[in-house]
């Protein structure tokens, strides 16, 4: 599969981990599970060609354990969000269409927009959501094992909307991260971002904003690790 390589895009396998966990967060709302095994899969076939991967329909629907017929919608919405891009290939011996090449595009943007806090106010939006007292904080950071992640941040968010969309914020943003750290820790750091979110003034889109906190928050644990193993 050497002809793979004029295909490739990611300098480093990082790169590519980097834009498949982008794509997952920017597109979490809009992709469903199947979808995002599908993303998962051709991520890890299209690591020896760096954002290139050939598959046919068939194997990636055995995988994920679906029809043939789910994988393709799954891999043409993929395609619609601009994450994959497909190739057409052509058999040479036998004629007729054959496998097609699936090309993971680098994503546009990779922060939400309304990341940044808007200028305070005098009287600022009020919110619908409230975060919890200061003297509950120790409650949500401890390792509460008998409480699930989505409790720990229904004790936060009383608003369910606000809620549901910040934690599976939290959800994206942690899904490639499961096996690099303690789950406890990936959970402290998604409630200190919501309690740093809620705690800025001024701030009229809370969901992108948490996106933010939480995206630089998870990439200085990410960078303190990494230079904690080179020392």
């Known amino acids: 599969m050497q002809y793979l390589s004029e295909y490739q895009s990611f300098p480093s396998v990082s790169s590519l981990n980097e834009a498949l966990y982008r794509h997952t967060c920017d597109h979490y709302y809009e992709m469903s599970d199947t979808d995002r095994n599908v993303l998962k899969l051709i991520g890890r076939f299209a690591v020896k060609y760096r954002g290139a ?63 940044k806090p808007m200028e305070s106010t005098p009287e600022p939006e009020k919110m619908e959501s409230e975060a919890i007292t200061l003297s509950s904080e120790k409650e949500l950071l401890s390792n509460n094992t008998s ?40 959970l402290n750091v998604g409630i200190t971002a919501a309690m740093t979110a809620f705690k800025s003034t001024g701030v009229r889109n809370i969901v992108g904003y948490y996106n933010g906190v939480l995206d630089r928050m998870l990439d200085r644990l990410y960078f303190a690790e990494v230079y904690s193993d080179i020392s």
């Open 147 to 186: 409480c699930s992640p989505y409790i720990r941040f229904k004790r936060l968010i009383a608003d369910k909307k606000v809620r549901n969309k910040i934690y599976g914020i939290w959800l994206a943003h942690t899904s490639y991260l499961k096996n690099a750290f303690d789950h406890d820790v990936l």
């Open 53 to 115: 991967a050939h598959l046919k329909a068939s194997t990636i629907a055995q995988a994920i354990g679906k029809s043939e017929k789910t994988a393709r919608r799954s891999l043409g919405k993929l395609q619609a969000l601009g994450i994959l891009v497909k190739v057409s290939t052509m058999r040479k011996v036998a004629g007729g269409y054959g496998a097609n090449i699936y090309l993971v595009q680098s994503p546009v943007s990779s922060r939400a927009e309304g990341e």
